[in-house]
């Protein structure tokens, strides 16, 4: 067992900027403003966020590592009651149900939740993100009045019932069916099937007395397609009513607070206005209509309402990411290893390169993924406050939204497991919180959408943006179009782009470099790689609409992958803009070189990774991808002594980070070893090393 110091152990921390006996680089010159710093990380939503936090940092409401499962569930549902307590959950309600109407400001302070427990944070966000949000967006007033007060206290706790067995991101062929019932003014409810089963459902196993429930309306003969139903679950004895049935989803790879469950309905009868009718209504007589004639717009727009889901998701990633990096940077600050050239004094792991190149590159990332998650967060208030709620700033934002949190969520996966190991042993324990986070996280690439499904998404609007470049576009549009593309074949394809860069940078891998830390360089660089993906699969699928349905499934099956990698890239160079916005809006001068070394790092690392793709495009030459390496690696040297300021501008205390290994228990541990050699050496009682024996020998 290791031996570890509380987490309340004060934190001592090493020196920040130059440490003489460890050889780190010194940047004295340079001071990272971390109160400046954290103000600008905590966003537009500072008060909302802070407020969290310090919900966040209450004992109550943290993870206890070891916990049963049934323990872990009972500890979570009585911490939802705390919540409601501390007002924590309200603001994004209608202030006419005693809400605050503030839909930035509600997810901001819903992801911070993520430090206390992962699953109170998503037990909380199937009660009012889901199950409330669903009956606020796509309910009426008289649903509001009836529903939302009860579910804001917790009288009534709910379930979200959207996924089923057989049907998870495909939502709009969901094979549940509520049928209308003219001669009773009832819907009736069906699972006709076990692949129908309602299934991994939050608060469905034990807690749930309601749902909200998706399935496709059908009145007099006709399917409308996929609507929501308020159903009653379960008698005040926590039985299920008549019709009902479920199992418990049992035990998980994580999230075990919460009772993850399955429903089934046979012939279940609910009155005609549980239907939530604010985008389709039934009237007595079985006759539909709704406000948007299209059933497939239709569809997008109720499914759009509830975006906020992957918004959080992303937040929430993000702050995991930065709790991972505080830990692994923190211990990495003070670990030794290995003895340093003199063989007096072991090495702190963090002066390692490999060390460096390991975590910092996360480092710029998460920074790269918070600046990008507050640009996300604007645009949702900016929809959902009704201040541009534009269908094309609604379709930004679902766009946004799905691949941002495909990014940040994979992210934090490769972040966390990264930082487990690179804490040994050590970040293998449960108390140290990172397997605990990563295997709490594992499911957000799946939550809200499976990321390769989001990603695909974004392809389809990155392939619609395109094709309305040329759409009724003329001749001579289409000729100037030919001889761009022909002329970026010659340039990137037949090696003159490399000739250029040759002869520019004339043989200097110091030139190189000069063009890798300009902005626009960089931009362009990431940019083309976007738009070249693009044009490639556009160019292969421009014959589909010639081809029959099934042959044009095909070809688009043909080019799924490459799809899903322009998106991705497409992702990451949102993250790249939303990161050069923030530094350009920096006004601290050392923070602003430090935060352009960071864009860099980002950046770069980016370009690195693909560098294959640039080389085989002629994006590229070789001198150039070698001299992004070496950059590269001086970068994360000279970011090193700053590694511990830029992780306490995260603003995270020890009441948040409940590691051990970040608690200062490492460097007590070093210190007293230190004090303990020292002393052998000062009485003279230190044994001589065979090795140095030998020498003296000769």
Request: hydrophobic share 40%; glycine share 10%.
């Amino acid at each position: 067992m290791v031996d570890t110091a509380s987490p309340s152990t004060p934190r001592t921390t090493t020196p920040r900027h130059l440490t003489a006996e460890t050889g780190a680089i010194t940047t004295d010159e340079v001071r990272v403003n971390i109160p400046a710093l954290t103000e600008q990380l905590m966003g537009t939503w500072k008060k909302e966020r802070s407020e969290a936090r310090r919900t966040a940092a209450k004992p109550e409401l943290h993870q206890i590592a070891g916990l049963s499962m049934a323990e872990h569930r009972a500890r979570v549902l009585t911490q939802l009651g705390i919540l409601v307590d501390e007002g924590a959950i309200q603001r994004a309600y209608p202030v006419a149900v005693g809400g605050g109407n503030n839909h930035g400001g509600n997810i901001a302070a819903f992801e911070e939740l993520v430090t206390a427990d992962p699953s109170l944070q998503i037990k909380s966000g199937v009660q009012w993100g889901l199950f409330g949000a669903a009956i606020l967006h796509l309910g009426t007033e008289k649903h509001h009045t009836r529903w939302l007060p009860r579910v804001i206290t917790l009288d009534i706790p709910g379930a979200f019932a959207m996924t089923e067995t057989g049907h998870g991101s495909d939502v709009a062929h969901i094979a549940t069916t509520a049928t209308y019932d003219e001669a009773v003014q009832e819907f009736v409810i069906n699972t006709p099937f076990r692949g129908a089963w309602k299934d991994y459902l939050g608060n469905a196993a034990l807690h749930g007395i309601a749902c909200v429930l998706f399935a496709q309306l059908i009145t007099k003969g006709v399917n409308h397609g996929v609507h929501a139903f308020y159903v009653p679950l379960r008698d005040e004895a926590g039985d299920f009513l008549p019709g009902i049935g479920g199992e418990d989803d049992g035990l998980k790879g994580g999230l075990n607070g919460i009772d993850n469950g399955r429903l089934h309905f046979t012939d279940v009868r609910i009155p005609r206005e549980n239907l939530l009718n604010r985008y389709g209504d039934v009237a007595e007589d079985g006759t539909y209509a709704s406000p948007i004639e299209s059933p497939g717009r239709r569809f997008f727009t109720m499914i759009g309402t509830l975006v906020q889901g992957r918004v959080s998701l992303d937040g929430a990633a993000v702050a995991a990411m930065k709790l991972g990096l505080q830990i692994a940077l923190t211990y990495g600050s003070q670990r030794r290893q290995f003895v340093a050239g003199d063989g007096a004094q072991e090495r702190v792991i963090l002066d390692y390169q490999r060390h460096q190149r390991r975590l910092l590159p996360k480092l710029a990332e998460a920074f790269a993924a918070s600046f990008a998650h507050e640009r996300l967060l604007i645009k949702f208030d900016e929809v959902f406050s009704g201040a541009d709620d534009s269908d094309r700033n609604r379709e930004d934002l679902e766009t946004l939204a799905a691949a941002l949190k495909a990014l940040s969520t994979w992210g934090a996966l490769d972040t966390l497991q990264e930082c487990r190991e690179a804490c040994g042993g050590a970040g293998f324990l449960a108390e140290n919180r990172l397997v605990g986070l990563r295997a709490d996280l594992d499911v957000y690439v799946t939550f809200e959408g499976d990321n390769n499904v989001l990603l695909q998404l974004v392809a389809k609007r990155l392939l619609g943006d395109y094709s309305l470049k040329f759409r009724g576009a003329d001749f001579g549009v289409l000729a100037r179009y030919a001889a761009e593309k022909a002329g970026d074949t010659v340039l990137h394809g037949s090696g003159l782009r490399q000739l250029a860069q040759s002869v520019s940078d004339r043989g200097s891998t110091a030139r190189s470099v000069g063009h890798m830390r300009e902005t626009e360089y960089q931009r362009e660089l990431l940019t083309s790689r976007v738009n070249g993906m693009i044009a490639a699969v556009a160019e292969r699928l421009k014959d589909a609409s010639k081809l029959s349905k099934e042959a044009a499934a095909e070809l688009f099956n043909s080019n799924q992958n490459q799809l899903i990698e322009a998106a991705r890239a497409h992702g990451e160079l949102l993250q790249w803009e939303a990161f050069t916005d923030a530094l350009e809006a920096t006004t601290d001068a050392d923070n602003k070189r430090v935060l352009t070394w960071l864009r860099d790092l980002f950046g770069l690392n980016l370009i690195e990774k693909n560098a294959a793709w640039y080389l085989i495009h002629g994006r590229l030459n070789g001198q150039r991808a070698e001299s992004i390496t070496a950059y590269i690696d001086r970068l994360v040297a000279r970011l090193r002594p700053l590694a511990l300021d830029l992780v306490e501008s995260f603003g995270y205390g020890p009441e948040h980070v409940r590691a051990a290994i970040a608690s200062g228990a490492e460097q007590l541990r070093q210190d007293e070893a230190r004090a303990y050699r020292s002393a052998q050496r000062a009485a003279g009682t230190e044994p001589v090393d065979e090795k140095v024996l030998r020498a003296r020998q000769r």
